[in-house]
């Protein structure tokens, strides 16, 4: 499904309507809504169930650990307690294959420096592998060797990726610096910094054939390693069993070794006058990889709950609520030449607030009861690639025809600002989510106070790719509608200062509010929020 396929004149009017809807969406929430202005979000109740779920009991709820499966307890016991039915294959639990890949002490990576002298790097602090890029991708080989060859910030376009192609650089390991140069104009470093490019640069990079890419973040893009670490260092992914053999070894790979790293002054993998030299050159040094990975088989769980529809005709269909439990667990503290610091808890309480938030959206639809039914997933692995809404997606609990719409919520305590992000209407492709995102727009406008919709991400071209970043995507996937719902990114989140006591409460609740009155609008609707509607009045209007 490609994510340009509409025409440009089509797409043009997408990015104006969304701030400015047609005169006929201003009935989009009246025609099924059904408010109660007695009912309110309770803040309390919202503050009281964050501060337990990201307690430093919970050790940061990382996939793979008792921490999680504790997590998706207290989720259960929540959805019974709000007297929802289980809508799992094990009660409120549905069971999820998963697999822990765990480094053993034989992982080694040196640089061959002067005189036969070996520097170890460090697992973590000095690198982190990537032993796997995505659901169907292929994997990278584990083991390679060879001469280092330093080119700077990489290829990133045609003409930069024909110039390193001249060099004999087939087999080599190659270092490449993902960020920006010095004295670039802001908005290209922050181009140069984003996720987006580090996959372009990857990309060019592979197609160079080397024996190993060696990708150290500088600048802005030192976050994305952080963030990313935790995943990389202990990955987890689906288990599909025949998909990985025992017996796998490189010669079934295709792809060269990956490492991902922070840039450093000094650092051996850099050229000695680096960060005043960045041009290609050969660095006299050479580079020995040996990734040795164990695979441990469990289970996760994904939490699901329904609130059963008032109304027989419609309640055999679903709107969805959906937003991840996990987080990264355990993280240790590192500063260039600085000690270790001790280990730490990422309490992930921004991240958690999407979990807790569809906690009182869940009690909000147990007092209005809207027509069509509400499930409520939360989805397992999200932090570790999106694993969770991938399996149940692919294993739905119930009939994936039947879901009308999937509203994700990340973390939306975010910042006391009256502003909320929304993805989904622009990033879509095909309209998809073109008309749920007016009744989302409907109902903001109608509220007290509304919102000021932050809609950065929510285009085909974010550099960051939000929209494929979250759960909600692989609904997406399957052609359900979706809005995901956000507050603006912050490097905190994946941190130890990311604590309950830091939320603003008020600012969650209101959010809450938003997606449960969205979430009743789109329930009480006798017609699925499909594009179909604004497709045809696009396409008489081109006529």
Same mark, same amino acid.
């Given at each position: 499904?490609s994510?340009?396929?509409?025409?440009?004149v089509?797409?043009?009017?997408?990015?104006?309507?969304?701030?400015? @809807?047609?005169?006929?969406t201003?009935?989009?929430?009246?025609?099924?809504?059904?408010?109660?202005?007695?009912?309110?979000?309770?803040?309390?109740?919202l503050?009281?169930?964050?501060?337990?779920?990201a307690?430093?009991?919970?050790?940061?709820?990382?996939?793979?650990?008792a921490?999680?499966q504790?997590?998706?307890?207290?989720l259960?016991?929540r959805a019974?307690?709000?007297g929802?039915?289980?809508?799992?294959d094990s009660?409120?639990?549905?069971?999820?294959?998963?697999?822990r890949?765990v480094?053993t002490?034989?992982?080694?990576?040196?640089v061959?420096?002067?005189?036969?002298?070996?520097?170890?790097?460090?697992?973590?602090?000095d690198f982190?592998?990537?032993?796997?890029?995505?659901?169907?991708?292929?994997?990278?080989?584990?083991?390679a060797?060879?001469?280092?060859?330093?080119?700077?910030?990489g290829p990133?376009?045609?003409?930069?990726?024909?110039?390193?192609?001249?060099?004999?650089l087939?087999?080599?390991?190659?270092?490449?610096?993902?960020?920006?140069?010095?004295?670039?104009k802001?908005?290209?470093?922050?181009?140069?910094?984003?996720?987006?490019?580090?996959?372009?640069?990857?990309?060019?990079?592979?197609?160079?054939h080397?024996?190993?890419i060696?990708?150290?973040?500088?600048?802005?893009?030192?976050q994305?390693?952080?963030?990313?670490?935790p995943?990389?260092?202990?990955p987890?992914?689906?288990?599909?069993?025949?998909?990985?053999?025992?017996?796998?070894?490189d010669?079934?790979?295709?792809l060269?070794?990956?490492?991902?790293?922070?840039?450093?002054?000094?650092s051996?993998?850099?050229?000695?006058? =680096?960060p005043?030299d960045?041009?290609?050159?050969a660095?006299?040094?050479?580079?020995?990889?040996?990734l040795?990975?164990?695979?441990?088989p469990?289970t996760?769980?994904?939490?699901a @709950?329904?609130l059963?529809?008032?109304?027989?005709?419609?309640n055999?269909?679903?709107?969805?609520?959906?937003?991840h439990?996990?987080?990264?667990?355990?993280?240790?503290?590192r500063?260039?030449?600085?000690?270790?610091?001790?280990?730490?808890?990422?309490?992930?309480?921004?991240?958690?607030?999407?979990?807790?938030?569809?906690?009182?959206?869940?009690r909000g639809?147990?007092?209005?009861?809207p027509?069509?039914?509400?499930?409520?997933? =939360?989805?397992?692995?999200?932090?570790?690639?999106? %694993?969770g809404s991938?399996?149940?997606?692919a294993?739905?609990?119930?009939p994936?025809?039947?879901?009308v719409?999937?509203?994700n919520?990340?973390?939306?305590?975010?910042?006391?600002?009256?502003?909320?992000? %929304?993805?989904?209407?622009?990033?879509?492709?095909?309209?998809?989510? =073109?008309?749920?995102?007016?009744?989302?727009? &409907?109902?903001?406008?109608?509220?007290?106070?509304?919102f000021?919709?932050?809609?950065? =991400?929510d285009?085909?071209?974010?550099?960051?790719?939000?929209?494929?970043?979250?759960?909600?995507?692989?609904? @997406?996937?399957?052609?359900?509608?979706?809005?995901?719902?956000?507050?603006?990114?912050?490097?905190?989140?994946?941190?130890?200062s990311?604590?309950?006591?830091?939320?603003?409460?008020?600012?969650?609740a209101?959010?809450?509010?938003?997606?449960?009155?969205?979430?009743?609008?789109?329930?009480?609707?006798?017609?699925r929020?499909? &594009?179909?509607?604004?497709?045809?009045?696009?396409? &008489?209007?081109?006529?």
């Amino acid at each position: 499904m490609s994510r340009r396929s509409a025409p440009l004149v089509l797409a043009t009017f997408a990015l104006a309507g969304c701030s400015h @809807a047609p005169p006929q969406t201003a009935n989009v929430v009246q025609q099924g809504a059904r408010f109660d202005p007695g009912y309110s979000i309770n803040t309390a109740e919202l503050r009281r169930d964050l501060f337990v779920f990201a307690d430093d009991s919970f050790r940061g709820r990382e996939t793979g650990t008792a921490d999680a499966q504790r997590a998706a307890a207290f989720l259960a016991r929540r959805a019974q307690q709000l007297g929802l039915e289980p809508a799992g294959d094990s009660l409120y639990m549905q069971r999820v294959p998963l697999v822990r890949q765990v480094f053993t002490k034989a992982t080694h990576v040196t640089v061959s420096v002067s005189r036969g002298r070996e520097h170890e790097l460090r697992l973590g602090s000095d690198f982190a592998p990537v032993i796997a890029l995505g659901d169907g991708a292929a994997e990278p080989k584990r083991n390679a060797e060879g001469e280092m060859i330093f080119v700077g910030y990489g290829p990133t376009d045609d003409d930069e990726s024909a110039a390193l192609a001249r060099f004999d650089l087939e087999g080599k390991i190659l270092v490449a610096i993902h960020g920006a140069p010095k004295r670039v104009k802001p908005d290209v470093g922050k181009m140069l910094e984003s996720q987006r490019m580090l996959s372009e640069r990857l990309t060019r990079l592979i197609a160079l054939h080397p024996a190993a890419i060696v990708l150290l973040m500088t600048g802005g893009a030192e976050q994305l390693y952080e963030q990313s670490a935790p995943r990389l260092l202990r990955p987890v992914a689906l288990d599909r069993p025949g998909e990985h053999p025992e017996d796998a070894s490189d010669s079934t790979r295709t792809l060269p070794v990956i490492l991902f790293g922070v840039a450093r002054r000094g650092s051996p993998l850099l050229p000695n006058e =680096w960060p005043n030299d960045a041009t290609t050159q050969a660095l006299g040094r050479d580079l020995s990889v040996h990734l040795d990975v164990e695979r441990h088989p469990f289970t996760g769980y994904n939490v699901a @709950a329904v609130l059963r529809g008032s109304d027989p005709k419609l309640n055999k269909s679903y709107l969805v609520y959906g937003a991840h439990y996990d987080h990264v667990g355990i993280i240790t503290a590192r500063r260039p030449g600085r000690r270790a610091k001790a280990d730490t808890i990422a309490n992930g309480a921004a991240n958690a607030s999407g979990s807790i938030a569809l906690l009182a959206v869940a009690r909000g639809m147990s007092y209005l009861r809207p027509r069509r039914s509400v499930l409520f997933v =939360w989805h397992v692995g999200g932090e570790k690639g999106l %694993l969770g809404s991938s399996y149940f997606t692919a294993h739905p609990t119930v009939p994936l025809d039947s879901i009308v719409t999937e509203f994700n919520a990340e973390s939306v305590a975010g910042t006391s600002e009256n502003t909320v992000s %929304l993805v989904g209407p622009r990033a879509a492709p095909n309209y998809l989510s =073109w008309r749920v995102g007016m009744i989302v727009d &409907s109902v903001n406008r109608a509220l007290m106070t509304p919102f000021h919709i932050d809609r950065q =991400w929510d285009d085909p071209d974010d550099p960051d790719d939000v929209y494929e970043r979250g759960d909600q995507y692989n609904y @997406a996937r399957r052609a359900i509608p979706v809005i995901l719902f956000s507050a603006p990114l912050n490097a905190a989140d994946s941190t130890a200062s990311d604590a309950p006591q830091k939320i603003e409460y008020d600012k969650l609740a209101r959010v809450a509010e938003l997606m449960l009155e969205s979430g009743v609008a789109v329930a009480n609707r006798s017609r699925r929020p499909t &594009s179909e509607a604004v497709t045809q009045s696009i396409s &008489s209007r081109q006529h």
